[in-house]
C-alpha cells in the first residue's frame, strides 16, 4: 500500500531511488525508517543513505512508502537523515516513472529533470592521519611504495580529499589503497554530502528592543554624531540592509560594531533570494482590447478553465496576430480559479521579453527558469515555486518542469521549435511532458505557432487537437512583403558578394528612414571551413572528423562539437601548397562585411559566440529596441517571437542552410525558419518587407514561404512524408553506437540489428521496412568516439513491442559482450537524424 504523504500510520519501509549514474543501480532499494524518521518522512523525500559494500553516504529519493517487504528485516539498512520533506510530489514521481518508459531512461535522470540543477548533493570522501600515528613509527607497518606515498602527503596536509589524492597520485586502484590503511588503523575515512549551490545571506541593522533605549541614547557622547544619524534613521525605518546603510550614510564598520556593543542595535542575518531581473525597470500594463479573433480564442478556452477539464488547443496564429496578448488573458483567467500557469518559449533570448511583458501584467507571482541563469538564481527561483509564492513561471524547455501542485495551463510558444526536445538524456519532448502533466492535473494545454509543425497540424486536422486561427495582425497591418532572390542570376550579373543588390540597396534605404535591420544566417563563424584548391584537403577536428570553423576576431579554427581549437594553416599540410582558401560565411564575415558596406550604420551581432557571457544577450537586444543599432545580424535565436517595431527590413543571407542536410525535416525547418525570421518585420506602424537570398528558389519550401502559405507547403510536405512513411505517418528510433575503436563500434552495431531482426521476425513485424542501417552515422566521429546509427521506423502500434525489445538486447541477451566498452544512446521520436 502506498502513501501520497504523511498519514497516522508508522511509515517502516520505504523505496529509494539512489543518485548513482551506474545502468545496474537503476532500480528501487528498500530501506527501512528509523524510529525518529517515523512521522517525518514522506513520499518524495529527499534522503541520505548508506549503499553498497562500503556504506557509502549517498542521495536517494522516496518513491513510494511500503507496509510489507519479502526481505528479512534485519538485512535492510536505515536511512540516515532526510534532506527535504517533500521535494518530488505524488504527481512528479508519476511523471519520473512516464519518462522512464517512454523515453527508456534511468529513473534518476528523470528525476533530475525535476529537481533543481546544483542543488543535488555530491559525496565527498574525506582521508586524515589517526592522531596516534607518528612518522618514526611507520617503518612498523611494513607498508608497500604506494602506501608510504599517500601518507608522506597526509603528514603534510593531515587530511585530504578523496577527488585530490586521485589526481595527485593518479592511482586507478585508489579507495583499495584506502581501505587498507584504514584497516591498520593509520587513516581514518570520513563520508560527507556537499550541494553545488549555498545560501546567500545579507546583513539587516535593527534598532534594538530595550525599554531603556530612549535613556542609553541620551547618554551617548556628543562627539558620537555618526552613531546619532544612524538611530535616527533607524527610528524612522527600523531595520535596514547593512549594504544599504553603508552606501547612504556612508558608515564604518567601526561604528556599527560600536552601537551594537552598547546595545543599541542588533545585527542580525537573513537569507537572501537571488533575484535573476532584477536590473530590469517593469512598467505595468493593462489588458490590451483584444480583437474578434482573439476573443474567439479565448471563448473557446475559458469553458475547459471553468470546467477543469483536459484540452489540448493549437492556435494557428499568424506572427504579429497577439497570440501573448490571448496568452496573458487567459492566464488571468487561470489566477482567479486559484491555478497556477506555465509558459514556455523556445530561446532564452525570447524569456526577458516575456518577463517584461508578464511582470508588468501580473506583478511578482512570475518566476523564470533557464539554463542562462546561475545555479543560486535557479534554486531561489525553484523554492519560490515550490513554496507557493509564484503562480506563473515563464523559461525555456526545463521550466515544464515547475514543481506547482494546482497547475491549469501549460502554454507552448512557438511549439514548433526543436529545442523542446532534448539533446540529453532523458531525450524528452517538451509537448510530450506538458501533456502528460495537463492530463495529470485536469489543465489545458495550448500550443501556439505561426508554423505548426507538420505533426501537431495533422492532430489539429483529425481533432485530436482543437483548432484556433488566427491570420489577421493585430495592428492590422498585412504580412511583409518576401522577396525571393536567386543568387545565381546575382553571379551571372557579376555580383560575388554575399549582399544581392536588392539587399543591399534596401539596407541603404533603411539606414537613410532611420529604420531597423535584422540580417538572419543560421551559421556562426566566420567561414564555415578551410580547404586547398590544389588538392582539396579540408582542415578537420583531429576528435570529430568535422570541418573546423574559421573564427577571425580570434584568429583560430575551432569545432563546434568538443571545442578544439587550433590556428588556421598558412600551408597545406597534404600537399604544401599555399592554396589555402577559406569558405562559406558565418555570422562574424557577415558583420564584418556590414561594417565595411556600411561604415555610419551601427552593427551587432547575437550568436552563441558572442552570447557566451551572461547579460550579453538581453543588453544587446536593449540596446536595439532602444534604437541604439541600427543592424542587428544572428542566428536562430533572432529569428523568432522578438518584437521590435522600428524593424522593417528582414534580409535572408542563405534561406538554403537546411536544405540539403542529410534530414527528412529539412523542407520544414526551411519553411519554418523563414517564416518566422519574416515576422519579424513590420510589427510597428510601419510596413515590413523581407529579402531572401537563395540559389534554390523553386524549392517547394521556399515558394511557399514567398506567401506565407502554410496550408499549400502542408500539404505538399505531409505528401512525401506519407509516400516515405515518416513522422507523423510512422515513429523513429534513432540508435547511436559510439566507442574508442571503430572495429568494435561496427561490430557492436551489427550484433544488435542482427538481434533486433530475430526478435522482430517472431512478432511478425517486417524488418526491412522497419530497420534502416547499420551505418556510420552523418557525424562519424565527435570527441574522438566513432559513432554508428541505426534508426527503426514502426507504426505506432508496434513502439512497446521494439521498446521491450530493445531493452532485451541491451540488458539480457547472451551477446551483452559486444556492447561491453560501446555507448548506446536511444533516442525515441528524435527531432534530429545528426
Not at 542562462?372 to 526545463?398: C, H, P
Not at 495550448?446 to 493585430?474: D, V
Request: hydrophobic fraction near 35%; proline fraction near 3%; aromatic fraction near 10%.
Amino acid at each position: 500500500m502506498s502513501h501520497g504523504g504523511n498519514s497516522m500510520e508508522k511509515i517502516e519501509f520505504v523505496k529509494v531511488i539512489v543518485n548513482n549514474k551506474s545502468k545496474k543501480t537503476d532500480m528501487e532499494y528498500t530501506y527501512r525508517v528509523p524510529k525518529v524518521l517515523e512521522d517525518k518522512i514522506n513520499l518524495g523525500s529527499r534522503v541520505i543513505i548508506p549503499f553498497g559494500k562500503g556504506n557509502k553516504l549517498i542521495e536517494g529519493f522516496v518513491v513510494d512508502i511500503v507496509n510489507l517487504v519479502d526481505i528479512d528485516n534485519d538485512k535492510i539498512k536505515y536511512i540516515n537523515e532526510i534532506v527535504d520533506d517533500t521535494i518530488l510530489s505524488k504527481e512528479l514521481i508519476g511523471l519520473c516513472r512516464w519518462m522512464k518508459e517512454k523515453y527508456m531512461c534511468r529513473f534518476i535522470d528523470a528525476i533530475q529533470c525535476i529537481t533543481p540543477t546544483g542543488a543535488s548533493l555530491k559525496s565527498k570522501r574525506t582521508i586524515t592521519l589517526c592522531n596516534n600515528v607518528k612518522e618514526q613509527f611507520l617503518y612498523n607497518y611494513k607498508l608497500s611504495d604506494k602506501q608510504n606515498e599517500l601518507i608522506k602527503i597526509l603528514l603534510e596536509r593531515k587530511s585530504v580529499t578523496e577527488d585530490f589524492l586521485k589526481r595527485y597520485l593518479g592511482y586507478k586502484d585508489i579507495n583499495r589503497l584506502i581501505k587498507s590503511l584504514e584497516e591498520k588503523n593509520i587513516v581514518t575515512v570520513r563520508d560527507s554530502l556537499k550541494s553545488n549551490v549555498n545560501k546567500t545571506f545579507e546583513k539587516i541593522i535593527k534598532l534594538s528592543d530595550r525599554e531603556d533605549l530612549s535613556f542609553l541614547i541620551n547618554k551617548l557622547s556628543k562627539r558620537a554624531k555618526k552613531q546619532r544619524e544612524i538611530l535616527m534613521y533607524l527610528s524612522k525605518h527600523n531595520q535596514v540592509e547593512w549594504s544599504k546603510l553603508r552606501k547612504q550614510m556612508d558608515v564604518a564598520t567601526n561604528t556599527i560594531n560600536s552601537l551594537a556593543s552598547k546595545g543599541l542595535i542588533e545585527i542580525i542575518m537573513v537569507q537572501k533570494r537571488r533575484e535573476p531581473y532584477e536590473y530590469m525597470r517593469i512598467s505595468s500594463t493593462e489588458p490590451l482590447t483584444l480583437t474578434k479573433e482573439q476573443s474567439n480564442a479565448i471563448d473557446q478556452i475559458i469553458p475547459y478553465i471553468y470546467q477543469n477539464t483536459y484540452k489540448p488547443f493549437l492556435i494557428h496564429g499568424v506572427t504579429g496576430s497577439g497570440k501573448t496578448e490571448v496568452y496573458m488573458q487567459l492566464i488571468d483567467k487561470i489566477l482567479k480559479q486559484s491555478k497556477e500557469a506555465i509558459v514556455l518559449v523556445p530561446e532564452i533570448a525570447l524569456t526577458s521579453q516575456m518577463i517584461e511583458r508578464f511582470k508588468g501584467r501580473f506583478g511578482d507571482v512570475v518566476a523564470v527558469l533557464h539554463s542562462r541563469l546561475s545555479l543560486g538564481e535557479r534554486y531561489d527561483e525553484w523554492n519560490r515555486i515550490k513554496k507557493g509564492e509564484v503562480k506563473i513561471v515563464i523559461g525555456a524547455r526545463s521550466a515544464v518542469f515547475a514543481p506547482f501542485r494546482n497547475l491549469g495551463m501549460i502554454i507552448i510558444d512557438e511549439e514548433h521549435e526543436y529545442t523542446y526536445k532534448s539533446e540529453y538524456s532523458p531525450k524528452y519532448h517538451a509537448i510530450d511532458v506538458a501533456k502528460y502533466r495537463c492530463q495529470m492535473n485536469n489543465a489545458v494545454l495550448l500550443l501556439g505557432s505561426a508554423t505548426p509543425s507538420i505533426e501537431s497540424y495533422m492532430k489539429a486536422e483529425k481533432g485530436e487537437y482543437c483548432k484556433i486561427q488566427m491570420m489577421s495582425r493585430f495592428n492590422n497591418n498585412p504580412l511583409p512583403k518576401i522577396e525571393i532572390v536567386d543568387m545565381r542570376n546575382e553571379l551571372n550579373k557579376g555580383n560575388k558578394s554575399i549582399f544581392s543588390e536588392s539587399l543591399y540597396n534596401g539596407i541603404k534605404e533603411n539606414l537613410n528612414k532611420e529604420e531597423q535591420i535584422i540580417l538572419f544566417l543560421n551559421r556562426r563563424g566566420y567561414s564555415t571551413f578551410i580547404s586547398c584548391r590544389n588538392c582539396g584537403y579540408v582542415v578537420k577536428c583531429p576528435h570529430c572528423e568535422i570541418s573546423l570553423t574559421y573564427h577571425v576576431n580570434s584568429n583560430d579554427v575551432s569545432c563546434h562539437y568538443c571545442g578544439f581549437t587550433r590556428n588556421p594553416p598558412t600551408i597545406c599540410p597534404e600537399c604544401r601548397s599555399k592554396y589555402i582558401k577559406y569558405f562559406g560565411v558565418g555570422t562574424e564575415k557577415i558583420e564584418n562585411l556590414t561594417k565595411k558596406y556600411f561604415p555610419k550604420a551601427k552593427v551587432a551581432r547575437l550568436d552563441l559566440d558572442t552570447t557566451s557571457k551572461k547579460g550579453v544577450m538581453d543588453r544587446t537586444l536593449d540596446e536595439f529596441k532602444k534604437g541604439k543599432i541600427d543592424i542587428l545580424i544572428g542566428t536562430q535565436m533572432i529569428a523568432k517571437g522578438l518584437d521590435f517595431p522600428n524593424v522593417t527590413l528582414v534580409g535572408v543571407i542563405a534561406a538554403d542552410t537546411n536544405l540539403n542536410l542529410p534530414d527528412f525535416r529539412a523542407g520544414e525547418k526551411t519553411f519554418q525558419l523563414i517564416t518566422q525570421v519574416a515576422g519579424r518585420a513590420g510589427r510597428g506602424n510601419k510596413i515590413g518587407r523581407v529579402i531572401v537570398q537563395t540559389y534554390e528558389p523553386e524549392h517547394f519550401a521556399i515558394k511557399t514561404s514567398k506567401n506565407h502559405d502554410y496550408i499549400s507547403f502542408y500539404k505538399q510536405e505531409i505528401m512525401l512524408r506519407e509516400e516515405f512513411i515518416y513522422p507523423p505517418y510512422s515513429n523513429l528510433i534513432n540508435i547511436i553506437f559510439s566507442g574508442k575503436k571503430e572495429n568494435d563500434v561496427i561490430k557492436a552495431a551489427n550484433c544488435f540489428a542482427n538481434i533486433m531482426k530475430e526478435k522482430l521476425m517472431e512478432y511478425k513485424i517486417k524488418c526491412n521496412e522497419t530497420i534502416l542501417g547499420p551505418h556510420p552515422a552523418p557525424l562519424s566521429k565527435i570527441k574522438q568516439k566513432y559513432r554508428w546509427q541505426m534508426i527503426i521506423k514502426s507504426k505506432p502500434v508496434d513502439q512497446n513491442k521494439i521498446k521491450g525489445i530493445i531493452n532485451y538486447i541491451r540488458f539480457e541477451s547472451n551477446e551483452n559482450y559486444f556492447f561491453k566498452n560501446i555507448n548506446i544512446s536511444v533516442d525515441i521520436d528524435p527531432y534530429s537524424m545528426l
